[in-house]
Each structure stands twice: as structure tokens, then as C-alpha cells.
């Protein structure tokens, strides 16, 4: 852990290259689906009746898919896809979250949500195995400090690997509403959404913001802090 902490601080350095004040716009969905910072959740919500889809690869084999719907200005609801070809279950997502208080982008604000995991495939079935099935209920709190914004929350996954969960996502603004810097630690997923107890991800990307945020492109290295590091890209879109 302390070599994580370690790494997160130097991305910290990283992030200190000059850029505008502007409070960055880490409001696209994560992996699983719902507002967040690449795999961790923010406490922004997709705005009413928006919609937003996310597709993303990851080295060397896999895929995920997602989508969100803004049920009112403060309430959001999510699910996601993810397939893995080599020798991994495939995963099934869900996501809500309330935002109780504060606003969208650029606001300080706190939410509560509840994330659900369901392992599908020949080895996990969920009918019969608790440990096929994760809960997760958390609360997260966005804020900014010198243009930085910043994801923190604490949960508990109930079932998979039970245990408490810590993350804390960063988002960077390196050209004006173009071009950020995104990073998140994490012992808050499973494979990419609920990591095991005791072992923390840690996620960097480059994403590119186009059409007023409505088109973003990611890219970047994935357990980036780990000689498992992958390389991985994604787009999402809100409608």
C-alpha cells in the first residue's frame, strides 16, 4: 500500500504542469458505468433525462460496456458489461447513486450510492454461491483544490471479497476543456470495479473532450503501478 500512496504522490507532481484554473470536468462514465474518474465513482450524476455510453478495451482481452440515465437531476441509474476471454468469468454491473448535496461540475458535492456486481459464466453461479454477488454501498465527496478535482469515498463490497473499500480519483486539466489528466487508486473493484481486500488498483489516462464534453477519448495504463500494468482506450458519449 505504501508504494501506491508513493505512486499516487508523484502523479501528483505529474499533475502540477501548468494549466487553466477551470475546475476539470471528471463527470464521464467509469468502466462499470456511472459518473466517475476511469473506475471510481464521483459524486456528480448524470444530468435529468441525459443518457451516457461508454466502450472500453483493455490489453490483451477485455471488453466493457455501459450505460447511465439521469432518473431526475440528482439520481442516476447504471449498468455495465464486461467480458474477458482469458479464463475470467464475465461480470455484470449495476450502479445508483443519489446526490444529496452540492451540484454538477465545478461544485463541491456528496452522494451516496450502491454498486452491484454479478459473476456470470461456468465457474460462478450465482444462484448458489453468495460469493458470485457483490454489493457495495458508499459515499463519495467531489471537490476542487487549484483547478485539481477530486473523488474521495469509503463503502464496504458485501460478498466476492467482503471488506472495507477506500478510493480516491483525480482529474487535471492540461488544455482548455480539451485535454485532462485522469487518475484513480482503489481497492474498490472487482477485476476493474471491485478489487479483492488488501490489494489497491491504481488507473492513469490521458482523455481527450470534444463537442462540449459530450465526446470524450481515453487512454492509458490500467493496475498502472504494477508489473501487470495494461495498456487500455475507451470512448463515451452523453446524449
Not at 439520481?75 to 474477458?84: I, K, Q
Not at 459473476?119 to 485539481?148: K, Q, R, W
Not at 474521495?152 to 478510493?167: A, C, E, K, P, R
Not at 481486500?197 to 464534453?213: E, M, Q, T
Request: hydrophobic share 45%; proline share 4%.
Amino acid at each position: 500500500m505504501k508504494k501506491h500512496i508513493a505512486a499516487l504522490g508523484a502523479l501528483l507532481v505529474l499533475f502540477g504542469v501548468p494549466a487553466f484554473a477551470a475546475p476539470a470536468a471528471g463527470t464521464t462514465p467509469t468502466i462499470a458505468g456511472g459518473t466517475g474518474i476511469i473506475t471510481t465513482p464521483s459524486a456528480y450524476t448524470i444530468p435529468d433525462k441525459h443518457i451516457d455510453l461508454g466502450f472500453w478495451w483493455v490489453n490483451p482481452s477485455t471488453l466493457a460496456l455501459s450505460g447511465g440515465f439521469g432518473i431526475t437531476e440528482r439520481l442516476e441509474l447504471a449498468a455495465g458489461f464486461e467480458l474477458d476471454d482469458s479464463n475470467a468469468d464475465p461480470f455484470l454491473h449495476g450502479r445508483l447513486k443519489y446526490r444529496f448535496s452540492g451540484a454538477n461540475n465545478g461544485q463541491d458535492a456528496w452522494a451516496i450510492g450502491i454498486n452491484f456486481d454479478l459473476a456470470l459464466g461456468d465457474d460462478a453461479d450465482s444462484l448458489n454461491d453468495p460469493g458470485s454477488v457483490g454489493f457495495a454501498p458508499y459515499i463519495a465527496n467531489t471537490f476542487f483544490i487549484s483547478g485539481f478535482q477530486f473523488n474521495w469515498g469509503v463503502g464496504y463490497t458485501f460478498g466476492l471479497d467482503s471488506h472495507i473499500n477506500f478510493f480516491v480519483g483525480i482529474s487535471r486539466m492540461i488544455l482548455k476543456n480539451i485535454i485532462f489528466i485522469d487518475a484513480d487508486l482503489s481497492n474498490f473493484s472487482h477485476r476493474f470495479n471491485m478489487a479483492g481486500a488488501g490489494h489497491a488498483y491504481g488507473n492513469i489516462a490521458l482523455r481527450f473532450s470534444i463537442l462540449d464534453s459530450k465526446l470524450n477519448i481515453s487512454a492509458g495504463l490500467y493496475d498502472a503501478f504494477e508489473t501487470s500494468r495494461q495498456f487500455g482506450a475507451g470512448v463515451s458519449c452523453r446524449l
